[in-house]
């Protein structure tokens, strides 16, 4: 588990896709829990789940199958925050359309773990096999619940991290938009004798009329200037 923990705290976050670091935490979490051949990490946002990382194919495709029919254990336990475990999938009997589907999968037996992260549940970590039984032991469900603690903080610190990397890159091209619509109201105000509501007027109409953004506009008022057009 320090290796496991000692392995997640050097993910890097900076410039790097969220799915792509997402991706790495799983398979950090996939060498913790004993008997997962595959494992996936689902996000509830609105009721609604989605695989935010996922180690092995056969996870994905039983996290979709569940998505598909609405409900399944990843599902359940992310919504209700409680360890959800299938021994057999041949006689498990709470998720009917599912279990049949996902046999067809090559599953025999799965572990969902909600992920706690500050007094609720923001998804689960989900272990997948091809055996029956394979997280039947209480070794399986102290490893899965330790892991998905750990995994919690670190889904939620890179999904923090790409956050404010999104706000600061709005607030960036918000910027360059406002500089350069004034570097147009100049021109506009220079050229045609107005004033800077009339010129904003302007370029506020031609955005309507031509169907485009006033920042494009813009842009193409400054560049007339420096190719010597009007």
Known sequence: ???????????????RPLDEVLGEITAIAARGIPGAEATSITLIRNEKGYTAGHHGE???AADELQYQEGYGPCLDAGRAGIVL??????TEQRWPTYVSRVLAVGIRS???????YQGTSIGALN?????????ASDESLAAGQEVAEAVAVAVANADAHDRLVDQARNMRLAMESRAVIEQAKGV?????RVDAE??????REASQRYNRK??????GVVASTRSGGR
């Open 1 to 15: 588990m320090q290796e496991l923990l000692r392995d997640l705290s050097r993910v890097a976050l900076a410039d």
């Open 58 to 60: 056969m996870a994905l």
């Open 85 to 90: 475990r299938v021994d057999d999938m041949r």
């Open 110 to 116: 799965s572990m969902s773990v909600p992920l706690p």
């Open 127 to 135: 272990n997948y096999s091809t055996q029956p039984g394979a997280f």
């Open 188 to 192: 506009l105000m220079a050229q045609r």
């Open 198 to 203: 009339q010129a904003f007027e302007i370029l």
């Open 214 to 219: 006033l920042r494009d506009i813009a842009v």
